[in-house]
């Protein structure tokens, strides 16, 4: 099994950027597809970027596409969620997850940190 602790959230105002990092308790970190994930009060779980197991691949929900940025560092086990120009509309609980390349769904999730972005 694959656990994932999601780091980095925090309290910032709009225009700021912040750095998500995901950690992940395997040697074998670079067998999996990494996706970063959001949730809003009142909305479902939303897709933001997902990179693949070598990092050569990424792709971008189109809200987010341009201001944030997926990475990964198969060395430490980690992801990384680099957001600029946050916007209050940013504000939710953002999720890692992992899964293998062949799946459609994503098998393991973090349990979360929170984003809020003041106006």
């Known amino acids: 099994q694959v656990q994932l602790l999601e780091s980095g959230g925090g309290l910032v105002q709009a225009g700021d950027s912040l750095r998500l990092s995901c950690t992940v308790s395997?040697?074998?970190?670079?067998?999996?597809?990494m996706g970063w994930f959001r949730q809003s009060p009142g909305k479902e779980r939303e897709f933001l970027a997902r990179?693949?197991?070598?990092?050569?691949?990424?792709d971008y929900t189109d809200s987010v596409r341009g201001r944030f940025t997926i990475s990964r560092d198969n060395i430490k086990n980690t992801m990384y969620l680099q957001m600029n120009g946050l916007k209050p509309e940013d504000t939710a609980v953002y999720y890692c997850?992992?899964?293998?390349?062949?799946?459609?769904?994503?098998?393991?999730w973090g349990q979360g940190t929170e984003v809020t972005v003041s106006s």
């Open positions: 997850a992992a899964r293998l390349p062949n799946r459609s769904g994503y098998d393991y």
């Open positions: 395997s040697t074998t970190f670079s067998y999996y597809d």
């Open positions: 990179i693949s197991v070598g990092g050569q691949i990424t």
